[in-house]
């Protein structure tokens, strides 16, 4: 059966300081991986999805940027965390035969 | 633009009642239908996926119907208990290849005992 998991769990960082959160997915090749960020009282927002080794598509513009090294691997970077950085950051992948989407346990980023 | 709400934001009920949460979407030209589970902290658990040939899905307690021509989904619990208590998020993907759902911004249920 397929998996994804996202680490760290949680992550206090001061401001200015770099991010990269990860996340790999298991039992699934080539899937559809996805970044989306929730904020306090606010939907669910999408950062990125990748449709492959590279390929990367941005929704927002931010200073955040996303990595796909390798099939079944997702990384969310920044160089520089701002406040309104902080959210609780979830990585999907989407596949099988009906396409169904399904979500990582999330990562609660504070920037402090 | 294809837009997702979800009424009512939040609900409380006594244990035991049925409830209907509501989805409504503006594009009708749908490929499929997702509702979420959250629970506070965690990520989004997948309940039932409804194809655009579906009418419903159902699973446990839980049964999800699909009105395309209204642009209508409900999700209809059934003897709702406290640990149904969470958010609950419905999904849409278009067709036309589009990578990418539009998510509603989900409903709070609170299931007092």
């Known amino acids: 059966s397929q998996t994804i998991h996202q680490w760290p769990a949680t992550l206090v960082q001061p401001v200015g300081s770099p991010l990269s959160l990860e996340c790999t997915v298991e039992g699934t090749s080539n899937p559809n991986l996805y970044w989306y960020r929730q904020a306090a009282g606010r939907g669910l927002q999408l950062l990125f999805y990748s449709v492959g080794i590279g390929q990367i598509s941005s929704e927002v513009p931010q200073n955040l940027s996303a990595s796909r090294p390798q099939d079944r691997q997702f990384i969310l970077s920044s160089k520089k965390l701002l406040l309104s950085d902080s959210g609780f950051y979830l990585c999907a992948w989407r596949g099988g035969g009906y396409n169904e989407q399904f979500f990582g346990p999330g990562t609660r980023l504070t920037v402090l | 633009k294809q837009e997702v709400t979800q009424i009512p934001a939040a609900l409380s009920v006594p244990e035991g009642e049925n409830l209907v949460l509501n989805c409504s979407f503006t594009d009708s030209a749908i490929y499929n239908l997702q509702w979420f589970r959250q629970d506070p902290g965690k990520g989004l658990t997948s309940l039932l996926l409804?194809?655009?040939?579906?009418r419903e899905q159902t699973s446990g307690r839980l049964n999800a119907s699909l009105d395309k021509s209204s642009g209508r989904s409900t999700l209809y619990i059934a003897a709702s208990q406290p640990g149904d208590s969470a958010t609950y998020l419905c999904?849409?993907?278009?067709?036309?290849?589009?990578?990418?759902?539009?998510f509603g911004r989900g409903t709070s249920l609170i299931v007092h005992p």
């Open positions: 409804i194809q655009s040939s579906q």
């Open positions: 999904a849409v993907r278009l067709k036309g290849g589009s990578y990418i759902p539009t």
